[in-house]
């Protein structure tokens, strides 16, 4: 008699307010029987939810001890202060469950493949020992580039392990259809826009006035422009041995931009060879955070790689500097997939990327080691589920395409090893300078500055940086620093190998800034050091993402989940902003507060040029610690000319009857003394230059057939 009617069940059930309430109280995966009895209470009982406080104090105290090691702040100890309290509330909040853990993606099960297609194989190797060979004497050329192609394709062969899902063909089948009056289509969703704006944001951080920051070339760029010269002229080098070395793929992107795109030879070649190389590198970038994390840590990863002024300023240098981060984050990408997913073709690819990076720049040499850390850490962790001569055949296949990729180096080194090894050298060893004090204390204190370089101070070399502050900007250094405590924390509890991985290489990619034990001013070097930046800022995106994502998740009210939103936007329009700020303004001060103008002195010898006077009759009066005279016929359009000429050798050039230019440095009175000594009739004019202190004079003297002279240039 007390059991409910069908009725009362369905007004129950129908009831909305049960609707919202009661299905909470089912566990799931568990239902309610019909002839159940339904509950009596009605109204639900409010939860209380505790507000995220630790993961924002810690969020905000980071960010506050950051700002204490900023430039002008003058008070470190606050600093350090702010980010112990920083580091103890982070590990409160993962004791207590307020912070979510970084996921780890799952792994396959499946070994290694160690199969091999024995035909290609067999031709493969003496078609390697011919490609070696091939390479003899230091030159690129058709035949050794054919046979260096055709050995990878032959390696590829033999190794490739065929797909369920061919791509390529799937991809060229949809080009067929295309091309026989078919359709092409994709999907684009919100997503894809979102990592279009990130990608548009990067490429216009790097383009943007690229032609004027920086403005001015050193030394430094006059060699890589005569190398890129000796390419156009036919001198097709694998390796530049002038001025310690220079591996060549900077030079190549280069001289295709002047044959292909029509640059002139001058600054923005160089920088726009290294813009575009690492516009590319950014897809990898995305891939890379994507593999470590999620798709947010891969969005987050390319937005602060693309604006971070770090990367910028090493793009923008006009060096090679750049390619040391560009070709890790493929490398790194390949290895941790192909590892997790035991995927063959991911480690042939690492590999090969690995061998090409060593053609980019000297710092990516010890890149070989930081593979061979990440094989130990994986099998250190997976040593009960994986044979270890599956594992050993995996690292074969990343050695054998390495060797590939770099094979046209390993020529060159097989038959100059010292001129190769020579300025590594001269930085690790008395070579060059002696090394002054305990090589192991002096490796030890370098260690310390370039630990400290992302958040402390980056060196003072004003060329590659903003010097004696920070590599990082405010937001990148406290979220990279919290993410060291997090993710070592993290490694003890979940033992994920990843993450031990990208604490251990950091200090491995420093090592060719560290290693500079005979000339311990040059460390920190952002340069060198440039590719920990990949590691450092994937870690940096992986705690800002977990931090905000645990603080959106504790949150339950929709204003506070609309103002966590809101702050994760503004703190990344913040460090965007003063990246923004160190790049366009402070970096580009104090460049032209360092360079000597040479493109001033190099518009007016151009213009002298073209109207009365000759590239032979241009001279630079020269001083100690003055401007690189052959700068100055660069910027005048004409490289290889040394407009170089000392005071004592100016009565050389009265034997030469046409209109004369020679520069004189504003405060050089012996070399403006000799001038008017030796030409009575010539004509002096003062050139005030935009950067105080860089002012100069010129002297003009008319042609002795004439005697004319119409208008100073």
Do not use: C
């Not at 591996?247 to 640059?263: D, H, M, N, R």
């Not at 993410?483 to 033992?495: D, M, N, P, R, S």
Request: no cysteine.
């Amino acid at each position: 008699m007390n059991e409910p009617s069908l009725l009362d069940y369905l007004k129950q059930k129908l009831n909305p307010r049960h609707l919202l309430t009661d299905s909470s109280k089912t566990h799931p995966g568990q239902t309610e029987s019909p002839g159940s009895t339904p509950p009596v209470t009605s109204t639900p009982r409010r939860v209380r939810s505790e507000l995220p406080w630790r993961t924002a104090l810690t969020l905000i105290s980071a960010l506050i001890g950051q700002r204490f090691f900023e430039p002008g702040s003058d008070q470190p100890s606050l600093g350090i202060g702010f980010y112990l309290v920083a580091g103890g509330l982070l590990i409160l909040s993962l004791l207590k469950g307020e912070w979510n853990i970084p996921l780890q993606r799952p792994g396959g099960k499946d070994q290694l493949v160690s199969t091999f297609k024995p035909r290609p194989l067999i031709l493969f190797i003496p078609l390697f020992l011919i490609s070696f060979f091939a390479f003899s004497g230091n030159r690129f050329s058709g035949i050794n580039l054919f046979l260096w192609l055709i050995t990878f394709l032959i390696a590829l062969s033999a190794f490739w392990v065929p797909e369920r899902e061919n791509k390529v063909r799937i991809l060229f089948s949809r080009i067929g259809e295309f091309l026989h009056g078919g359709r092409i289509s994709f999907s684009f969703n919100g997503w894809h826009l979102l990592v279009l704006a990130v990608f548009v944001v990067s490429v216009w951080f790097h383009f943007s006035q690229l032609s004027s920051i920086p403005l001015e070339m050193t030394s430094d760029h006059t060699e890589k422009l005569l190398d890129i010269q000796a390419v156009l002229n036919g001198n097709p080098s694998i390796f530049f041995p002038g001025n310690g070395g220079r591996e060549p793929i900077q030079f190549y992107l280069a001289a295709a931009l002047i044959k292909f795109f029509g640059f002139e030879l001058g600054f923005t070649v160089l920088k726009w060879s290294m813009a575009l190389a690492f516009l590319v590198s950014l897809y990898f970038i995305y891939r890379l955070g994507n593999e470590v994390g999620s798709r947010w840590t891969g969005i987050l990863f390319m937005l602060l790689m693309g604006t971070s002024s770090w990367v910028n300023i090493l793009a923008r240098s006009g060096m090679r500097l750049v390619l040391t981060p560009v070709f890790v984050a493929p490398v790194l990408f390949y290895l941790f997939r192909g590892l997790r997913l035991s995927r063959r073709n991911d480690l042939l690819l690492a590999g090969f990327f690995l061998g090409l990076g060593m053609l980019g720049y000297s710092a990516f040499r010890v890149m070989p080691l930081v593979v061979l850390i990440i094989f130990a850490i994986y099998w250190l962790h997976h040593r009960k589920e994986k044979q270890i001569d599956s594992l050993a055949g995996g690292l074969g296949i990343v050695i054998l395409f390495a060797l590939i990729g770099a094979l046209p180096l390993l020529r060159y080194i097989s038959q100059y090893p010292q001129a190769f090894a020579y300025r590594m050298a001269t930085r690790m060893t008395g070579v060059e300078q002696a090394i002054s004090g305990s090589p192991l204390l002096i490796f030890l204190q370098n260690s310390v500055k370039a630990f400290g370089m992302p958040f402390w101070r980056d060196g003072n070399t004003w060329i590659l940086s903003v010097v004696n502050r920070p590599a990082l900007d405010v937001v990148s250094a406290a979220f990279y620093l919290l993410g060291v405590i997090l993710l070592l924390a993290v490694w003890i509890k979940k033992h994920n190998w990843v993450h031990l991985t990208l604490l251990a290489i950091i200090p491995v990619l420093m090592l060719p800034s560290i290693m500079a034990l005979a000339f311990p001013t040059e460390n920190p070097s952002p340069s060198r050091a440039g590719g920990a930046v990949i590691p450092i800022l994937l870690i940096a995106a992986l705690t800002i993402e977990s931090g905000f994502i645990s603080l959106w998740q504790k949150t339950k009210s929709g204003v506070g989940k609309g103002f966590i939103a809101l702050a994760g936007i503004g703190l990344m329009f913040a460090s965007m902003m003063q990246n923004y700020d160190l790049v366009f303004r402070q970096y580009d001060q104090q460049y032209k507060n360092a360079a000597w103008n040479s493109s001033e002195m190099g518009r007016v010898a151009g213009g002298f040029i073209s109207s009365i006077g000759s590239p032979d009759t241009v001279w630079v009066v020269a001083v100690p610690y003055w401007v690189d005279t052959r700068l100055v016929a660069i910027n005048a359009g004409f490289v290889g000319y040394d407009y170089q000429i000392w005071a004592d050798d100016l009565e050389f050039t009265t034997s030469d009857s046409r209109a004369k230019l020679f520069f004189v440095k504003a405060d050089d009175t012996t070399g403006m003394d000799a001038l008017t000594t030796l030409y009575p009739t010539g004509f002096s004019h003062y050139y005030p230059s935009t950067v105080p202190g860089r002012d100069f004079y010129t002297y003009l003297v008319p042609a002795k057939d004439t005697g004319q002279f119409t208008q100073t240039p």
